[in-house]
């Protein structure tokens, strides 16, 4: 089986105990924190900032933490998650004035580079970004609440995802956020996804142990 990383997204969780419902996805075999930043602007919805992220790190949460970006503009975010103790940040190439400057920008303060695609944007922004990606996010719903259904255009725009990763040789991860269900991660991952951001599916449920096991155990058919 594939090297499968499973990125429950936190904006699921209860809020008012943060630390605690963290560290029990962990336990329960979350891979990495799925870490959503929305700064009513970009998205109509306000939710997480730098300093939530450094309460996590305090807590003791020391797996990696993915911020995914959706907000505008991005550079100072930049600065002020992986300040935090961000691993990973990504954003929307919609969201920079200078996209290939925001990347570098978060390789050079030590964070894991991706890009997130909403479901209309186009794959095209890749093309001379590549050497500077760790990781491709497409998003399979329109970014803004958990909950919502995967979008089956998704399918396509993954496989042209991962063609464009075979074909460069690169590793690189293909993420995938929104709507990802016990019932359709095998499909998803056939498509050619290896990165699995879970919200409420995982959330929803008493046992998170439960869920990511049945996912997991969906994933082992998968060629
Ligand atoms: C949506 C966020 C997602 C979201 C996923 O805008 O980027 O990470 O929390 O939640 P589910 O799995 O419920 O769609
Ligand atoms: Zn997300």
Redesign the pocket.
Known sequence: MKNYLMAP?I??ANFASLGEETARVISAGANIV?F?VMDNHY?PNLTMGPIVLKALRRYGITVPIDV?L?AKPVDRLILDFSDAGASYITFHPEASDHIDRSLQLIKDNGCKAGLVFNPATSLNYLEYVMNKLDVILL?S?N??????SFLSSTFEKLRQARQIIDRSGRNIRLAV????KIDNIAAVASAGADMF?????IFSQPDYRIVINAMRQALIRVM
């Not at 956020?177 to 990802?180: K, N, P, S, V």
């Not at 951001?197 to 599916?201: D, E, F, K, L």
């Open positions: 997204s904006l699921s799925h959503d998205v995914h959706m998003m719903v970014p803004c609440f958990s909950g919502q956020d929104g709507g990802i951001v879970i919200g409420s599916a």
